[in-house]
């Protein structure tokens, strides 16, 4: 009985990511309510417990410690509103919109603009195996891997190592890689947004230095930045390094296809969800960038199909780690032991 229920119950037509984008186009507009709201809820508690933390160095250099770790989670928080600033979708007003995203960028030790473009770059190419290289994890198919040197796959085992991507990486990336733009070295504006940046960074971290001396650089600012470098790092590998993730040459690569198919639905729960300002929530957001991350939940309750798509649990997410070559006969993110015995 149940067999002949499902052959004669009509089955609903599954969307294309074309038409997914014409349907979360209505989600697009930003409340300036609303935006102003998330930016005091996360600015104004960072700025308290950065002085908190200072405050405590005189009791306890552990509380002090504990306190910045904690602010971590303010500052990726802080990161994920300048993403949106960079997309456009947190203020109507583009300008206002650049401007927070550029003061947000000193705390953060992001350039703006030259961030900003790179992740452009990023949305725009996504998956696509003949764009590969700016605002991505370098990835190689099992294919490029067996045709490298010895020296060349040790090189490409030691950058794709948990301990280099996840360990000493988020320091390199946003302490050192950060101070100019690479990729972008010839555009002058570029250069001003880095060294403007950069000028704004030394001195903050230079009245912080004459007020305070070496302790709250130490104890305050450099944990709470690698940390929050980590979860952030950590975020954007597994919206796209998992298993039955998208990899297409280019003439067949399609930008929505690779939007929908190639990013993650990571599930969070509801207090790192908040922190994380709805990033999980990445193949609506790759579908249409300018939706608003607070607007991103009331898709997932009025799209339940889209819930369905590419879920990660945190579970399921450690096992990403050591997915490091895309198989383009099976279309699988794969391991190198597991690229091994299929291929030798």
């Not at 935006?35 to 009791?59: K, M, R």
């Not at 998992?242 to 297409?248: A, I, P, R, S």
């Not at 991103?296 to 309750?301: A, D, G």
Request: net charge positive; hydrophobic share 45%.
């Amino acid at each position: 009985m149940t067999d002949n229920m499902d052959r004669s119950t009509p089955q609903p037509t599954a969307r294309s990511s074309r038409d997914w984008v014409k349907i979360l186009a209505q989600y697009r507009e930003p409340s300036e309510l609303r935006s102003s709201f998330e930016l005091g809820v996360t600015a104004i508690p960072f700025v308290l417990l950065w002085a908190l933390a200072w405050w405590s160095l005189s009791y306890s250099y552990w509380l002090a410690f504990g306190i910045s770790l904690l602010n971590a989670a303010f500052l990726l928080r802080l990161f994920t509103i300048q993403h949106d600033c960079g997309h456009g979708a947190f203020f109507k007003n583009r300008q206002l919109s650049d401007w927070v995203g550029r003061i947000l960028g000193v705390l953060t030790l992001t350039p703006y603009d030259v961030w900003r473009r790179t992740h452009s770059e990023h949305h725009s190419a996504a998956g696509n195996l003949d764009k590969r290289g700016m605002g991505d994890v370098h990835t190689l198919t099992v294919t490029e891997y067996q045709a490298l040197s010895g020296l060349g796959k040790l090189h490409y085992r030691i950058y794709r190592s948990p301990v280099t991507l996840f360990g000493l990486g988020p320091s390199y990336l946003f302490l050192l890689q950060n101070r100019i733009p690479l990729g972008l070295m010839n555009s002058l504006r570029y250069w001003t947004s880095a060294m403007g940046t950069n000028l704004a960074i030394i001195a903050a971290l230079g009245a912080i230095w004459y007020f305070g001396g070496l302790l709250p650089l130490l104890l305050i600012f450099l944990p709470s930045t690698i940390l929050a470098a980590t979860a952030g790092v950590w975020l954007f590998y597994v919206q796209h390094q998992f298993e039955t993730t998208h990899w297409e040459h280019a003439d067949d690569w399609q930008l929505h296809d690779a939007a929908l198919n190639g990013s993650s639905y990571y599930v969070l729960p509801s207090v790192l969800q908040w922190f994380s300002a709805n990033i999980g929530i990445h193949q609506v957001h790759h579908l249409y960038s300018r939706i608003p991350f607070y607007r991103l939940p009331q898709v997932l309750k009025d799209h339940s199909e889209l819930a369905m798509k590419n879920r990660l649990t945190i579970r399921e997410s450690l096992a990403c780690a050591k997915l490091h070559l895309w198989d383009e006969n099976s279309k699988r993110l794969l391991s190198f032991s597991q690229a091994r015995a299929l291929y030798g």
